[in-house]
Structure formats: structure tokens, C-alpha cells
């Protein structure tokens, strides 16, 4: 009997050793080790400091020749010629000449953006067409790209050098033709003569920033509206309009922006005259018959700023807005 219960107690206690074993086997493996941790945040500071290092230059770029440059131009809006604080710089926002140059601003940077904006999205209605990845949209993507970084004095001199007062073609349609584009006057170097110039950056930028959001309309869209008995008119009217509507506003501010922000194509073609308020920034700083203008030009720059601030900000609203529809 005692041998027979030693064999019975071996035998049952054998299983449970296993059993306990086991579960002290793969208690281990579940803890970690008490390196594991510090090894693994030893990996973790490399990668961020390396992404950190990566971002310098760009970071020291935004804050050399961005951030610096607008705080001292904001920044000289609220001191006098004695370097003493004060706003009544503030107060000349309101005189007629510098108002009017806000207000002929707004409307350039208006006009140029719903003209632009309806042009080019209708040139993007016509990519939808095109193959996708095929010549004519490689070609039209490309051209839209560089067209939409040509301007300031490059684009002011392809202008004078093409329909200025003597350019090539205003010579060829007064000789071959007899048509006088200036019979009413010289209208490029006005400030509504800067529509045109402005619209050949406006349009291309419109394609490049417009186009996505068609790209990202899905098909079963068009099917389900169909199957449920709705016509191309009622899907664009209830579901690829609404969709397209905030991208479509979200595009036309920042035509706006890029319009407002312009100078060296103005400067290039205007000349002398101050109705855009970049142009009369300009005027108080360098004028030699208007002194003790300067600090003038601080408060015309933080109007600037705050008017883009707003435009950006609500941009920004509506990305986020039409984000939503193409995840």
C-alpha cells in the first residue's frame, strides 16, 4: 500500500508541477524585462531627437524670415518717430487715401478670385474627362504647378513685352488688324489693368487646389443617386454639389489671400500709383515728399495681417470641413 500511494501521489502531483511551470513560463514572458523599458525609450529619444534636428532649418527659416519680419512690421505700427509707444498710428487707417487702398485691394483680390475660381473649376470639370494619369492631365498638372509660382516682375515684364503699349501682339493687331486695344487708354498699367495678370496665377492655382476634391467624388455616389431614380442634375444639386461647395469656398479665400498678399506684380505694372495697400505701404516707406510716414506703414502691415488672419483661419474651417468626405 505504501508503494502503491507513493506511485498515486507522484502521479497526480506531476501534472500540477507541469501546470505550475507552465504558468511561471508564461508569467515571464508576458513581464517585460527590466531593461526592456529603458531600452526602449533609448530608441525612442533618437528617433525624436532626429526629428527634431530635421525640423530646424525650417523652423530657423519661419522665424528669421517670417515671424521676426512681421513683428517688427507690426511692432513699428505702435511706436512714434522717437521710438515712444502709441496708437494714434491706428488713427491713420482711417484716412481717405490709405481706406481706399484697403478697399481697392478687397475688390482686386474679389474680382481676380470668383473670376479665377469659376475658370478654374471649370477647366477641372473638364480634366474629369481625361484619363487619369494620361498625357493631357500630366501636361495640364504640370503647367498648373509652375503657372501658379510665375509672377512679380517676371510676369509683369511677359506682360508689358506681349500687350503693353508697344508689345507684340497690340503691334500685330494694330498693323495686321487695325485694332487698338489702348484706344481708350493705356488700361494695363491701371489697377483694373491688373486683372488680367493676376488671373494667370489665379486660374492655375484654383487647378491645383480644386481638382483633389472632384478626384475624391466616388462613383457609387452617381450609382446610388441613379438607382434611387435621381438624375445628373439631382446628384449635383444634392450630393456632389454639397460636397464640393466648402472645398470650392475653401479655394476661392485662398485665391483671395494670394491676391491681397501680391505686390511685386503691382509694383512692376502700377508704378507710381497707391490704390492696393501694399502699394501705399510702400508709398510711406520710401516716399521722399511724405515724411515721418514709417511707422504708418506698421499699422497698414497689421491691418494686412489681421484681414489675412481671418481669411486663413476660415479656410482652414472649411478643409477641415471637406477633409471629412474624402477619407
Known amino acids: ?5 507513493r506511485l498515486m501521489t507522484e502521479t497526480i502531483a506531476a501534472p500540477a508541477a507541469d501546470a ?23 530608441r525612442r529619444r533618437p528617433r525624436g531627437l532626429a526629428a527634431a534636428l530635421g525640423l530646424t532649418p525650417f523652423a530657423l527659416y519661419v522665424v528669421i524670415f517670417l515671424a521676426v519680419p512681421t513683428l517688427v512690421a507690426v511692432g513699428s505700427g505702435f511706436v512714434d518717430g522717437e521710438g515712444r509707444f502709441t496708437v494714434s498710428n491706428l488713427t491713420g487707417l482711417t484716412e481717405p487715401a490709405i481706406a481706399g487702398s484697403f478697399f481697392g485691394a478687397f475688390w482686386l483680390s474679389a474680382v481676380t ?3 479665377g475660381a469659376v475658370a478654374g473649376a471649370a477647366l477641372c470639370f473638364a480634366m474629369l474627362g481625361a484619363r487619369p494619369g494620361g498625357v493631357t492631365r500630366s501636361l495640364v498638372g504640370s503647367a498648373s504647378s509652375v503657372l501658379a509660382q510665375f509672377g512679380g516682375v517676371m510676369l509683369a515684364f511677359a506682360f508689358i513685352a506681349t500687350i503693353g503699349a508697344q508689345g507684340l501682339v497690340t503691334v500685330l493687331l494694330r498693323n495686321a488688324f487695325h485694332v487698338n486695344i489702348y484706344a481708350n487708354g493705356v ?5 483694373p489693368g491688373l486683372i488680367l495678370p493676376y488671373l494667370y496665377f489665379q486660374i492655375p492655382l484654383m487647378v491645383i487646389t480644386f481638382l483633389p476634391a472632384l478626384e475624391g467624388l466616388r462613383p457609387q455616389w452617381l450609382e446610388a ?20 461647395l466648402p472645398s470650392f469656398l475653401g479655394s476661392l479665400l ?3 489671400a494670394n491676391a491681397f498678399s501680391s505686390y511685386a506684380t503691382a509694383a512692376a505694372l502700377v508704378g507710381q500709383a497707391n490704390n492696393i495697400v501694399s502699394l501705399q505701404i510702400r508709398q510711406a516707406l520710401i516716399s521722399e515728399t511724405v515724411l515721418g510716414r514709417a511707422n504708418l506703414a506698421g499699422s497698414m502691415a497689421l491691418g494686412m495681417l489681421v484681414v489675412m488672419i481671418v481669411v486663413m483661419l476660415a479656410y482652414s474651417a472649411l478643409v477641415r470641413r471637406t477633409a471629412r468626405w474624402q477619407r
Open 254 to 256: 485662398l485665391l483671395f
Open 187 to 191: 488700361w494695363l498699367y491701371t489697377v
Open 20 to 42: 505550475a511551470a507552465g504558468i511561471a513560463s508564461r508569467d515571464s514572458r508576458r513581464q517585460p524585462s527590466s531593461a526592456s523599458p529603458s531600452g526602449a525609450g533609448s
Open 113 to 115: 478670385a470668383i473670376v
Open 1 to 5: 500500500m505504501g508503494q502503491r500511494g
Open 225 to 244: 443617386t441613379a438607382t434611387l431614380g435621381g438624375t445628373r442634375w439631382t446628384y449635383w444639386t444634392r450630393v456632389g454639389g454639397p460636397i464640393l
